[in-house]
């Protein structure tokens, strides 16, 4: 069965959604043990910026795979 674009970038975006609360909780939790003290809204937008790379990663990925398999 063939994904559509907008199927796509939906699965993408939810998938990196669920990663950028994770991204953020484990921010929180991990930099501190490594002597890092950042304000939780310097951890939303160092999460927010992974985020937007990874949601643009996920996409291309999906299309080209989807693009090998239509070959």
């Known amino acids: ?3 559509s674009r907008r199927m796509s970038l939906a699965e ?3 998938n990196v959604a669920v990663g950028y ?3 953020v909780v484990t ?3 991990v930099f501190p043990m490594f ?3 950042t304000r939780l809204s310097d951890d939303l937008a ?3 910026i992974f ?4 949601v643009i990663r996920s996409f291309a ?3 080209l795979f989807e693009a090998f398999r239509a070959r």
């Open 12 to 14: 993408s975006v939810a």
């Open 1 to 3: 069965m063939r994904q």
């Open 46 to 48: 160092i999460g927010g």
């Open 61 to 63: 990925l999906r299309r």
């Open 27 to 29: 921010q929180v939790a």
């Open 35 to 37: 002597g890092l003290r």
């Open 51 to 54: 985020t937007a790379v990874s």
């Open 21 to 23: 609360g994770i991204a």
